[in-house]
């Protein structure tokens, strides 16, 4: 399949090498140079513009950092809906508000094409290793047609429903994760303050009510897991200010549907603290230190 | 054995039947005349004081509802401490402050006595069942002095560590559970608004890094699930008071240990509000209600 | 002078009133046509798009909901800046982003223009009464260019320094005015459920370091002061969704500035809830309600 | 008048200094010699018990740390109210839980003693100026019975309503002050961090509708007002721990009556945070550094 690649940073450069690994003819292009560079030793066509990259593909494939940059990219004159050809599939692997993804779909399908928003979890390990998970929203016509392309970067493709879906599962997934690490990251560091064996603390909550995922998978208190970045001073991992990233889609999102989000904006200005603390390229489950080191 | 086990009303009263149906002759007392009448129904002894309950008895349970009681039943002139037998197991099972549960402990040991505190998880269908969790605090003697006594009443019996940390994990798991719970309720009801199926929602975030036991287990969205409180009007189950009493335990606990718990207490005034509303008695997970019913 | 006015709705009809009655020639543009014969009805003469309102105008007033409105009045080839005269002023009374405020400033500079952003307090009342304030972004040049106009409209006309000043100064203002209000709520109603007469306790916070503007001159306790919303069922001042609004600018730019605003953010959460649960168009001195009500 | 001083620590000591000069006979008792030794040195007589203390006096005042301290001095068979003589005036100036302060005060009545509740607020300061505040609860005959005594170590004394009613205004005073200096320190860093001058910015706001006694009169941006903590490192004023305490009393009592305080609570939480960060000496307002330091 001849496929475009759009935005071959940390994210896409690993992706698009698994396009390529996959046997797929990747036309690459990134408006920074050395991520292009990049692309194109790891194997792909070097394209000049968008328009360029996408003029002859079957798939286009985008993962960029934010909304302006998806609208900047598909929309326009010289924009991927304008310049992709008829019964060309897009899909967007960039996490961003739902209601834009649901406007750029919108626009494509207008023009006869197919488009699927996808936005993954399993960070720069699991874009290297080919093990993400891709969200995907759009019809079930549409999931069918996007899923070889994502199954050759990933191993769990899951169908959320209808366009903007992808977005809305990852969001708010990721919303409920950053208040699970503060409130392990809380119960913790009381359980130990108040003389509990740490590790003891986790085995206890992890076989009862209070378990979630940053306590049972990804435990944030040094000593209590291994493999986790707690166990490597909290290095590698999903950083803080991605988290930050994500938990401010979910709560904009959340103002304009008129849903209060309590526990998500607070979790919102923990994390922000603990960036505006230094901590912002850290994994995201170093917000512990906000509890542990004062 | 003979055992004296004091508070049988909700929770004591089926913890004793259990007892009784072990082979244990009890003696019960209650401030309470009919939830002691209910007790001598069930089969045991009926003692007219807390003095006339331990006197004779080589264990003794108490169930109790909050620190002050504790307190009054434990010490004193008349109080278990002083009147029960050299050598008696002393197994309060209610759900206190751990620094009270540590004090009374204290007490205990300094009359030669042999005390664990022991609150359970699992409300009164694992009572009636015998199926409760204990969180046992003590030392690892006394964990197995009380742990046969503890296996008539639950399938559960955890050693936590020295004495106070029964309450410590009991708590700070709660606490944990509380902001799941909300975490699982804002994600839920924004992922709804958005234009998302909730059981398809659930389904993801159950398999990703979002889960919890209130997303994956009990989980709050009528329809998602069967057999839980959501299926049925938040009706049984763990009880918003109850959930509140705890979460204010955790808060005091972290007061005392100068732990900033900043999701602890925003859960905790959620609740407060969930309560004055009128759903004190309802299920815990009926706090979705503050986010869908508006 | 001759003056071109666009957003002649709430509070720009009155505004656009008051420079007629102050004597300058004001041609009006809006969107929607019933606004658009009010003002034309009130004797501005009517104009039929953005460009014909400002073509032969001295002076530029625009009064829009967002930011979005602002961009798209002011930028693009048939927008205020493309099409105003040489040298004349333009003065942006909405409320927006400081961060859009700034852009468009520059892009006016650019063509030689004059702007100044003047976001307003005081709520229709004010806008009706000529007693607005207006709070000025801009050279000390620009300042004392607009200030003429804006004293048509205002009594109190605030330089607060650069460009995207007088929106700062407006969304900082306005989410420690939220923060008082909901501080304001709570503190009177646990004041008033402890037994304190409410009127005897906002005397002797008003007299103290609890008091702010919410307490002394706005309080939302039935019956402590008269001529407030408070008094009258919280119909008229300053509703509810405009508050939101102006919360979510206050944070939007905090999250931009990397600034964590914990207690503005819960605020907002509040009166995202109060909102959703049907008080949007009450004065914002309504969240009382949220625990009063209970 | 002989007067009982019990408590005569940093804020009792100048407080028995100024009855002294006033022209009391004081005798004075507290569990410190050091602080005893100092009371002495400054005119009054020694003590050697509370019930020596109490034995002779027509009047009782109190000042100690928290509510078990003043049961502790207050009950039980050689506690003021059991020792004092017949006719005797009880004056507890210490900040305690109103339901505390009520049960003490009730105790009081039924041996047929007067006694009133007298938080003050002032500080150290208020207490060698004698211009402390006095918020007094008790009847009207019982606030004028003690309003001599008040005056000679403050210069305004307040009637607040019933027995406890001091504490409710003194704990809920306390916790709007906590919240507007929280959401002060917010808006200043912010409207700083956006490119404003504080100082312009605090002169904004103090004239409109987001001013606060902790804008306008006790700021804490460094720069913006002489005379302030703000203005020399912090030191001095009123402690980061004092308003902890307070804070606690404020949410323990809302948590009794049932009433939700969820920016209370937050603050509670932010103080915490401060204190554990290290500045529980430091003066309130330095919570500033929360967001200014990052």
Redesign the interface.
Known sequence: MRVAFIGVGHMGLPMCANLLKAGHAVTAYDLVAAHLDRAVAAGAARATSVADCVAQAEAVVTMLPSSPHVRSVYCGESGVIARAARGALLVDCSTID?QVAREVAFDSLARGLTMVDAPV?GGTAGAQAGTL?F?VGGSAKEFEAARPLLACMGT?V?H???S??GQ??KI??????A??M???S??????A?????PT??AG??N?????????D??NPYPGVMEGVPAARGYSGGFGTDLMLKDL?L??????V??????????????Y??H????HGAEDFSSVIL??LK?
Chains 1, 2, 3, 4 share one sequence.
Not at 186 to 191: D, G
Not at 193 to 197: A, E, F, P, S, T
């Open positions: 739902p979890s998970t969200m769990n899951v959320c429903g209808a903007g879906n809305v599962a708010c997934n990721n919303m409920m994760l208040a699970g503060i409130a392990t809380e119960a913790m560091t009381l359980a303050r108040l003389g509990m064996d003891v603390f206890i909550v076989a009862s009510s209070g378990r979630c995922w940053s306590s998978t990804y401010s979910a709560t904009e999102a959340a103002r549907a008129r849903v209060p989000v309590l526990l998500g904006a607070v979790a919102q200005q923990v922000q603290k960036s505006a603390d230094g906000q509890y004062t």
